[in-house]
């Protein structure tokens, strides 16, 4: 699509015909003749009438802001899941404009046998087409919700935490997510380029095993129907352990990006979800590098970094390990040759400080872990807790 020429308006209030005023609406109408014009985009959300009688004036296709979301939506949706909250998007923005048809193509003739008169009108028909539509595209949702709440309930009774990207649409969530876990995701230069979400394993130090989920960017007034329609989309950033929200550091209007996430977020009741800024894009900014910036108490609250360029990706990873782990437990243990399993769990967990051997050939190792990683060791190898009392009796 080719702009042909941008215009724009101000006024204390909305014109109830046109949305802006009759002179601009003339305005447009002349500009859409003049350049041929096929189509009109208003950055703005119109009400039924308003799309129609600019729609007649201009005499060409009018869309909205919420109609244009809907259609990139439309063309971004892969997988069957993403397909159908669109549509049900659209469904629910189309049925409140049906408008009657003119003439007597608004009736159907005969009707019921034993009823007077005609039929439902076409406009009833429409209506109640649309509204069974809604209710199987509900349906089928609520399967697929239910499903990824099973499994959001299997990671949290294995204590599991779930880290979900949030942030403004083309900030490079997608393109961060691959950085951090080499998941090939797709990711372009584009707006929503991602509208289903995804899933990895990550490991984090100290943490353990931790999913990263990748979810659909936000927008300044993002159209209730999308966020109720995303729904089971959405969750994965309501039920996350830690939000990272990622901003394009380069974008001039970054401030006003976040504030429209905080209000999406606080919508879908995510704002009180522990959230660590990620500054992406610095690659593109004179004299910034990556670091993480830290409050008076030495926590980390925001990190730099550029994911198209990999730098700052270590940076990251600390920053969510402090911000996940909880209390850490310093442990000797004393494995024998036969433990390699338990010896294999503490090296993915990055978390060995000191080992050695004995005269036996049995190791003696020292980790430096998260409690509740510990915890589900002492459930998963019982034999851990004689193995404690073992470098004990070693020391002694």
């Given at each position: 699509?080719?702009?042909?020429?941008?215009?724009?308006?101000?006024?204390?209030?909305?014109?109830?015909?046109?949305?802006v005023?009759?002179?601009?609406?003339?305005?447009?109408?002349?500009?859409?003749?003049?350049?041929?014009?096929?189509?009109?985009?208003?950055?703005?959300?119109?009400?039924?009438?308003?799309?129609?009688?600019?729609?007649?004036?201009?005499?060409?296709?009018?869309?909205?802001?919420?109609?244009?979301?809907?259609?990139?939506?439309?063309?971004?949706?892969?997988?069957?899941e993403?397909?159908?909250?669109?549509?049900?998007?659209?469904?629910?923005?189309?049925?409140?404009?049906?408008?009657?048809?003119?003439?007597?193509?608004?009736?159907?003739?005969?009707?019921?046998?034993?009823?007077?008169g005609?039929g439902?009108?076409?406009?009833?028909?429409?209506?109640?087409?649309?509204?069974?539509?809604?209710?199987?595209?509900?349906?089928r949702?609520?399967?697929?919700?239910?499903?990824?709440?099973?499994?959001?309930?299997?990671?949290?009774?294995?204590?599991?935490?779930?880290?979900?990207?949030?942030?403004?649409?083309?900030?490079?969530?997608?393109?961060?997510?691959?950085?951090?876990?080499?998941?090939?995701?797709y990711?372009?230069?584009?707006?929503?380029?991602?509208?289903?979400?995804?899933l990895?394993?990550?490991?984090?130090?100290?943490?353990?095993?931790?999913?990263?989920?990748?979810?659909?960017?936000?927008?300044?007034?993002?159209?209730?129907?999308?966020?109720?329609?995303?729904?089971?989309?959405?969750?994965?950033?309501?039920?996350?352990?830690?939000?990272l929200?990622?901003?394009?550091?380069?974008?001039?209007?970054?401030?006003?990006?976040?504030?429209?996430?905080?209000?999406?977020?606080?919508?879908?009741?995510?704002?009180?979800?522990?959230?660590?800024?990620?500054?992406?894009?610095?690659?593109?900014?004179?004299?910034?590098?990556?670091?993480?910036?830290?409050?008076?108490?030495?926590?980390?609250?925001?990190?730099?970094?550029?994911?198209?360029?990999?730098?700052?990706?270590?940076?990251?990873?600390?920053?969510?390990?402090?911000?996940?782990?909880?209390?850490?437990?310093?442990?000797?243990?004393?494995?024998?040759?036969?433990?390699?399993?338990?010896?294999?769990?503490?090296?993915?967990?990055?978390?060995?400080?000191?080992?050695?051997?004995?005269?036996?050939?049995?190791?003696?190792?020292?980790?430096?872990?998260?409690?509740?990683?510990?915890?589900?060791?002492?459930?998963?190898?019982?034999?851990?807790?004689?193995?404690?009392?073992?470098?004990?009796?070693?020391?002694?």
């Amino acid at each position: 699509m080719e702009i042909l020429a941008t215009l724009t308006t101000s006024r204390s209030a909305p014109h109830i015909k046109y949305f802006v005023g009759q002179g601009k609406a003339d305005e447009i109408a002349q500009v859409v003749k003049d350049l041929g014009a096929t189509v009109v985009l208003v950055n703005h959300e119109l009400s039924p009438s308003q799309t129609r009688n600019l729609q007649a004036l201009c005499e060409c296709r009018v869309v909205d802001r919420t109609g244009l979301i809907l259609d990139i939506f439309a063309q971004r949706a892969r997988s069957h899941e993403g397909k159908l909250q669109v549509e049900l998007a659209q469904l629910k923005h189309l049925a409140t404009r049906l408008v009657r048809r003119l003439g007597n193509q608004d009736q159907q003739k005969g009707g019921a046998v034993g009823l007077r008169g005609p039929g439902e009108t076409q406009l009833e028909t429409d209506r109640r087409l649309i509204k069974v539509r809604i209710q199987q595209l509900q349906n089928r949702l609520e399967k697929v919700n239910k499903q990824r709440s099973q499994n959001r309930k299997t990671r949290q009774k294995a204590d599991i935490p779930t880290v979900s990207l949030v942030g403004y649409t083309n900030a490079g969530k997608s393109t961060l997510f691959n950085a951090i876990t080499n998941a090939g995701v797709y990711a372009a230069d584009q707006l929503f380029a991602t509208l289903d979400p995804t899933l990895r394993r990550m490991q984090i130090q100290d943490v353990g095993t931790t999913i990263l989920a990748d979810t659909v960017g936000f927008i300044r007034f993002l159209p209730h129907d999308l966020v109720s329609a995303f729904k089971s989309t959405l969750q994965e950033t309501t039920e996350a352990s830690l939000l990272l929200h990622v901003i394009d550091a380069a974008d001039d209007r970054k401030n006003e990006n976040i504030d429209a996430v905080n209000q999406v977020l606080d919508e879908i009741g995510a704002l009180g979800i522990p959230t660590l800024l990620v500054y992406n894009k610095v690659d593109k900014l004179d004299g910034v590098v990556p670091h993480i910036e830290r409050n008076g108490d030495g926590k980390p609250v925001a990190v730099y970094l550029s994911a198209q360029a990999n730098q700052g990706i270590d940076l990251l990873y600390e920053a969510i390990r402090e911000c996940l782990r909880n209390e850490l437990v310093c442990e000797k243990v004393l494995l024998p040759a036969t433990a390699g399993q338990i010896y294999t769990q503490f090296h993915l967990q990055r978390c060995i400080k000191n080992e050695s051997f004995n005269q036996f050939g049995d190791r003696l190792v020292e980790v430096e872990v998260d409690l509740v990683q510990w915890n589900k060791w002492l459930k998963q190898f019982p034999e851990l807790t004689e193995y404690v009392e073992f470098a004990i009796w070693e020391e002694d």
